[in-house]
C-alpha cells in the first residue's frame, strides 16, 4: 500500500531537521496561528523550510491523516511531530523549545 | 458552522468524565474558542497525547465546524 502524500511527508520530514506545515509561507502567513510559529522560529533564528497546505489540497487532508491532528500549523523537528501552535507556544515559553532543539543538534540562538 | 461553548464542554466531558473544563469565545463570534481543560487522564501523556485526546472528544469538529480552539491542557495538582 503506498500512498504518495504520506511518502511525501515522509520524505520531507526526514530531509528537513525542522520543518512546517502551514497555511502561507514564512513570508506571507496566511492564518495567525501559523504566522505565530512562525514568528517562534524566526525569533530563534531556526533555520527551517515550510510547505503551504493552501496551495495542494491532497496535502491538506494528507497532514492530518500523517499525524492524526485536525489542524495547521504542524511543526515537525527531526522528523518527529512535535504540535501545533498552542503546543509550540507553551514550550516556546517555558523553555522546552529551545532544550529540546538543542537535544536535536537544531542551531539557534535567541534574536538580540 | 459555528459551535456553541457549551456544546464543546459537553463533549469533552463525555469523553474525560472527570475534566474540568473552561472555555472562553476569544471573539464573541462563536467561533474563535480557548479551552482549558484538566484531567486525571492525562497524566503520563506527552502534550501530544493529550491534546490528541480533546480532539478525539470532539469528534471530528476540530479543523472543521470549529476553526480556532486553542487548546491548554493539565493534570490536576
Same mark, same amino acid.
Given at each position: 500500500m503506498s500512498d504518495p502524500v504520506a511518502e511525501r511527508i515522509q520524505s520531507e520530514i526526514t530531509t528537513n531537521p525542522v520543518m512546517l506545515y502551514m497555511?502561507?509561507?514564512?513570508?506571507? @502567513?496566511?492564518?495567525g496561528f501559523s504566522a505565530r510559529v512562525v514568528q517562534i522560529l524566526t525569533h530563534l533564528s531556526v533555520p527551517f523550510k515550510t510547505a503551504n497546505v493552501l496551495e495542494d489540497p491532497a496535502l491538506r487532508e494528507g497532514i492530518k491523516q500523517f499525524s492524526q491532528? @485536525?489542524?495547521?500549523p504542524q511543526l515537525y523537528v527531526k522528523g518527529e511531530f512535535i504540535g501545533g501552535c498552542d503546543i509550540v507556544m507553551e514550550m516556546f515559553q517555558s523553555g522546552e523549545l529551545t532544550t529540546l532543539l538543542s537535544d536535536k543538534g537544531i542551531p539557534h540562538q535567541i534574536a538580540a | 458552522m459555528a459551535m456553541v461553548a457549551n456544546e464543546i464542554e459537553g463533549l469533552i466531558k463525555e469523553a474525560l468524565p472527570d475534566a474540568r473544563v473552561t472555555i472562553e469565545d476569544?471573539?464573541?463570534?462563536?467561533d474563535h474558542y480557548a479551552a482549558a481543560v484538566v484531567s486525571?487522564?492525562?497524566?503520563?501523556?506527552s502534550r501530544v497525547q493529550q491534546h490528541q485526546m480533546v480532539y478525539a472528544a470532539l469528534r471530528g469538529r476540530m479543523g472543521g465546524e470549529l476553526h480556532a480552539l486553542a487548546l491548554q491542557t493539565s493534570i490536576p495538582e
Open positions: 497555511k502561507g509561507n514564512a513570508m506571507f @502567513p496566511q492564518c491532528w @485536525p489542524t495547521v | 476569544l471573539a464573541g463570534d462563536g486525571e487522564t492525562f497524566r503520563g501523556k
